[in-house]
């Protein structure tokens, strides 16, 4: 599979290679984007399925030239991703092929002899289903009861309030969607060379939305922006601050006030298999709420950005169905607070500016990350992430994150650390590659002390390491 993202139209799709990053790091080329052409569908006898690929955010395209994409975010491991850090690696994924379809030959009918027994049976029941038929075509004709004073009497019934007559149960999706969708917007931008579209949570009373910075990068060098809210009013909007490393925007609503508005949940207490909520404008349907569990947590996914930059997210994974369109809106527990924020998509498609929708893997930023980002946006007007400063290599071989270099000074300089050391533990949970090196130190907070678990290539010893994070 392939990371993509589904939701630019018009907007350049080119990516620039990249070479070796820090630790909170470099990203690593893939090509992301959707296809709005119609496809061609094969008239061969056997079709092929597509391989998987990753779609970063869901901002449903508008405008720009027809069949043209910009190049979106894909994640890492299993599909393809591209990788932040100061060397460059190629996070292709062993995506593997669908299954091929080809319909069987045609077998030789064997013909079969019928005994003068089974031979009169046969004509017995086939006289048998004549005269019924015959019959029926008989008492339809012959019949004149046309009466329909029963069904019309029936159609008049007055409907009944709802299915059940009972109010939505507290927790139900039900419940929770008239809690949410309120405070759920959707997004357009416009400029000279496309447009886009996507979602966002009200997070204030007086305007301000959170949401994807791929949602906004266009609006955000002199293009047009419109908020579109629950109740179908528009307003237009202006960009406050965005991050295209952790594709985190803030958005502002002009001239509004005494807004209905999400609270933030603790993203740390959520647990696999509980029960969530998304809610967006897939493919600019307004206020649509789908519903899953949590499946995954502390998934590192990559995607590429406009512009050739890239996002390392540390996401929850879910099986709610998101698509092109839910990018920045909320994924919610079942008491209506925000968990997550939608952001990347894995999809099939056999390249990276086929269109694709959802097939139950869907990424979400943290609520606890994006409230971070948030402040920062909003009160400073940029970010900054905790880092071990550490170069790592952006090789994949799943045994761990090798140190490439160590910043002389920095956190883990200070801690013993040494070029050619391999970490495969941040604190309990395990490190595969650079990817969950960088997204595991991001989601912790500044002056924290990590403990990690450090080998070297070749030796079975591990030895535990206390790193106190500074910031960038």
């Known amino acids: 599979m392939n990371m993509r993202n589904d939701d630019y139209r018009g ?41 998987g690929s990753y779609s970063q955010g869901w901002n449903q395209p508008r405008g720009g030239a027809e069949g043209t994409g910009a190049s979106m975010p894909g994640p890492q491991g299993v599909p393809s991703q591209r990788q932040y850090g100061p060397q460059a690696q190629d996070f292709q ?32 029941v086939a006289a048998i289903a004549a005269g019924s038929i015959a019959g029926a075509i008989v008492g339809l004709n012959s019949g004149g009861n046309n009466d329909t004073s029963v069904v019309n009497e029936a ?23 008239s809690k949410v969708l309120p405070a759920v917007v959707s997004i357009q931008t416009v400029t000279r060379s496309g447009g886009a579209e996507g979602s966002g949570s009200v997070i204030s009373p007086d305007g301000y939305v959170l949401t994807n910075h791929h949602v906004v990068a266009g609006a955000e060098h002199g293009g047009m922006m419109q908020v579109t809210m629950n109740d179908g009013s528009k307003h237009d909007a202006e960009v406050v601050a965005s991050d295209a490393n952790t594709d985190v925007a803030i958005v502002k609503i002009k001239d509004v006030k005494d807004l209905p508005f999400l609270q933030f949940g603790d993203s740390d207490s959520v647990a696999v298999g509980q029960e969530v909520v998304a809610v967006g404008s897939p493919l600019g349907l307004n206020a649509t709420v789908t519903s899953g569990i949590v499946s995954a947590k502390n ?15 540390d996401a929850i994974q879910t099986d709610a169905a ?34 694709g929708g959802s097939i139950g893997l869907g990424f979400a930023i943290p609520s606890n990350f994006a409230k971070r980002m948030a402040d920062e946006l909003i009160n400073d007007g940029k970010v900054t992430h905790p880092t071990l400063g550490v170069k790592v290599l952006a090789r994949d071989d799943g045994n761990g994150a090798r140190i490439a270099e160590v910043e002389p000074g920095g956190p883990a300089d200070k801690a013993g650390l040494k070029e050619g ?3 495969t533990r941040v604190n309990d949970r395990l490190i595969e590659n650079a ?7 991001r989601s912790q907070d500044f002056g924290a002390t990590v403990t990690l678990e450090v080998t070297r290539e070749g030796s079975d010893d591990s030895r535990q390491v206390e790193v106190t994070l500074s910031g960038e």
Request: hydrophobic share 30%; aromatic share 2%; charged share 20%.
């Open 155 to 177: 159609l008049k019934a007055q409907p009944t309030a709802n299915s059940t007559g009972k109010e939505p149960e507290e927790g139900s999706v039900e419940e929770v969607a």
């Open 322 to 355: 998101v698509n092109p369109g839910n990018s920045g809106g909320p994924l919610v527990d079942r008491d209506g607070n925000i968990v997550g924020m939608n952001s990347m998509i894995a999809s099939l498609s056999s390249n990276s500016t086929g269109e």
């Open 11 to 51: 907007f350049d799709g080119t990516s620039q290679e990249g070479s070796f990053q820090e630790g909170p790091g470099r990203a690593e080329p893939i090509q992301g984007g959707p296809n709005f052409e119609e496809s061609e569908q094969s008239n061969a006898g056997a079709q092929a399925h597509e391989t």
């Open 299 to 313: 998934r590192p996914v990559r995607a590429s950005q406009e512009g050739g930059e890239s996002s390392l997210i």
């Open 93 to 124: 994924g062993q995506g593997q092929e669908g299954p091929m379809v080809t319909p069987l030959p045609p077998q030789p009918q064997q013909k079969k002899k019928i005994g003068l027994g089974a031979a009169t049976a046969l004509a017995a």
């Open 435 to 441: 990817d969950a090196l960088i997204a595991a130190a």
């Open 421 to 423: 050391d391999i970490v």
